[in-house]
């Protein structure tokens, strides 16, 4: 899934830092790359970054100290652009609803999956995160391109894709037919408002019905929409590194498949059973369904009127 989530056949080894040993189709996604890369060269994003990291820190801690209202639900508006090649690749109206709902559910915490969350981590769950979507409309083009990469290309109608829909105000989310392994990507917040801020999700793991197995359940999308709201990793990208959410354990790196709990990790010489089950990890869609209340503090901090998508409140 993932901010850009490739899928390999590769065999895992059991060890308390892998998931299992069955051969797996595997995800990566690379988001956090692809945003690494912006950095890099534009300083601007760079202040933006730093901005709304210090934004969100400043935040929470005042929702700590009880000056945020506790509902400050946010109704985010959704543009779809489907860019298609073949009846497959054309989502339906339905696939589109399916998978506005899986967002509704998830970010909610009313999944029905979310009665798995082990005994461990049932008070760190961020239950109803205080965002919810719908579809403002969805825009068609039929297309020759047989596959996509994560050059943006299917976000500018001048190099075959479907321009944004006032990016400020409007979410969108690109539909697309192959992008090779990937699954999706998405932009953070310091592209905010941009011509490319959004999510990109390849068709086959768009929506449930006739989205491809084990990632039919819409759960990309909940992972690349986690991006978009400022959500990292679980795993910090590095190895024991920081998703700068306090209440996420620390774990050696990505897990994927279908992991039993509990799943032990050692980083700093202290061994931990890890949070395997995060939208923000790889494994399957069945094997994820909550997010934490520390992400869920990340997430309001990111559409909040003080913050970098407050242009979402507005449409």
Known sequence: MLAACNTTEETANLTEDNARTATASRKSCPSEEIRAELLKKDAKARARFAAIEAGTEKFIQAKKLGRVLADGSVDIPVVVNVLYRTTAENVSATRIAE????????????????????TEFSSLKAGDTKVRFHLIK????????????TNDAMKKSSTGGIDATSPASYFNIWVVGSMGGVLGYATFPESAGTAVDGVVIAAPYFGKTGAT???NLGRTGTHEVGHYLNLRHIWGDATCGSDLVTDTPTQTGANYGKPTYPLYNTCGGVKRSVMFM???????????FMFSTGQKARIQA??????????LRVY
């Open 99 to 118: 998978q506005i709902a899986v967002l509704n559910a998830d970010f909610a915490g009313t999944n029905t999956d979310a009665s798995k969350i082990p």
């Open 138 to 149: 969805t825009v068609r083009k039929a297309t020759t391109k047989t596959s996509w990469s």
């Open 213 to 215: 197995s084990p990632f």
């Open 278 to 288: 995060n939208y923000m990890d790889y494994v399957d869609d069945a094997a994820m």
């Open 302 to 311: 990111t559409v909040a009127s003080s913050g970098p998508r407050a242009g």
